[in-house]
């Protein structure tokens, strides 16, 4: 999953960065307003986490709106420093789906992006299945026939990814924009090989047909047997 941050701290900006990555997601920074807005409303994002205070715009809620303005419905997860009750009624008021106030523990954070996953739209609860594979999110753990199967932070990334869109055919330029962050150094070709390293993990210890397809000319489909 891919998570847009804005904060204009570079300090929490990075350790936020550092954490969310190890925790599989794909994580995308910008440190000021204006380029978070423009960013923002390209809607590649699954989550986006904002800094209300932000120096070369007059309230990061603006942001907010905006980006329900174009129509984007992913969940907003707001940053503040500001605790009064007006101010958080003001940051739902503005689209955003949760608040969480400076400082906050990491955890919190995780807990509540965690959460706002969890939501209809993103509900398919906290184990996502595809035949005999289950992909735990929050334990990062996935398992095949029952058996575990070990995975690097990317490969689960892009493999929950598929199993979330399964049975959909999935460009390239898709997984790239879902699972990698805009600043990674990535060709198309780096994709087949992370395709290549799952299907050695996931699809040939198995009995049965295999589950990660090369649809020729368009990309990859994980295939949910009904
Ligand atoms: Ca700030």
Redesign the pocket.
Known sequence: MRILLI???HKIAQALKRGLEQESFAVDVLYNGRQGMARALRGRFDLLIL?????DIRDGLDICREVRKAGIHQPILILT?RDRTSDRVEGLESGADDYLVKPFSFEELLARIRALLRRPNHNIGTVLKAGDLELYPEKFEVKRDGQMIALSHKEFALLEFLIRNANRILSKDQIIQHVWDFDADILPNTVEAFIASLRKKVDRPFKGKPMINTVRGFGYQLKSPA
Request: proline content about 11%; cysteine-free.
């Open positions: 904060e204009d701290e800094d209300r205070m932000l120096p420093a």
